[in-house]
């Protein structure tokens, strides 16, 4: 017995001994996500793929905000329809505006939109700020591309051609586009892990970049404890928020 979404794209699950398992009753609260005793979330087609690889660290397995999804929900993929699962961290403080207006976008490596990419990474941004300072109280969001056109940038023309690329000739710009000219064709980059020819890691972790229009927010968590300055997720628990 399982229960599926009224929009026929997800299944209902509950975390039991720190794993993802089909919930056999429906909770009286609305939504599915916590409860006093019990923890609910809707497990996507997205979720039930391998992702949050590191190299020479953590191999990638089915999970949802890192915690495992057992083999037998993973056998309902092939009847639920594809899905762009990705994840943002953010300090705790920022959720409410989020879910009230939307992701802000900023300017970085694919150009001006949000920022996405495993639980994994999202982590690291949810613990330490861009410069390395921990945060007080990190989150994590879980949300759902609205458009599944993604354009991959791996094996593609890379150097941007905004002044500043093309004057410094010290730059050697990897995956750069500083004029978001790639958003123009498509609704999402993506970068996969990749190396310079040194054996230096260009990205480390897949890496999403999207509009704020194309992002559907699904649920958030806590990070517990706060005060654990690494953001291995493997070390921490959640909570939703």
Partial sequence: MYH???????????????????????????????TS????????KGDLISTGGIPTL?????????KKIHKNVVLYESYLPDTTIL???????????????????T?????KGVYLGSYWKACRYACLQQNYMPRSTP????????????????????????KKCSEDTSITPF????????????HTIFVDTCQRENGTYIVKNPEYCTRSTN???LDAVYLLPAHLNIYNPLDRNISFV
């Fill in 139 to 162: 989150a994590v969001i879980r949300t759902k591309l609205l458009n599944n056109t993604i354009f991959d940038i791996k094996d593609r023309h890379t150097r941007c051609n905004c």
């Fill in 107 to 111: 300017s970085g490596m694919l150009g």
């Fill in 58 to 66: 953590v191999d990638g397995f089915p999970n949802l905000y890192g």
């Fill in 4 to 34: 599926i979404s009224s929009t026929h794209d997800s299944i209902l699950c509950t975390l039991q001994n720190n794993e993802w398992v089909i919930a056999t009753h429906i909770p009286s609260s609305i939504p599915f996500v916590q």
């Fill in 175 to 186: 995956f750069v586009d500083h004029e978001s000219l790639w958003h123009h064709n498509t």
């Fill in 215 to 217: 992002i559907q927010i």
């Fill in 87 to 105: 994840y943002h961290g953010t300090d705790s403080t920022n959720i409410s505006s989020i879910q009230s207006n939307g992701f802000y976008e």
């Fill in 37 to 44: 005793d019990t923890m609910y979330c809707w497990v996507y």
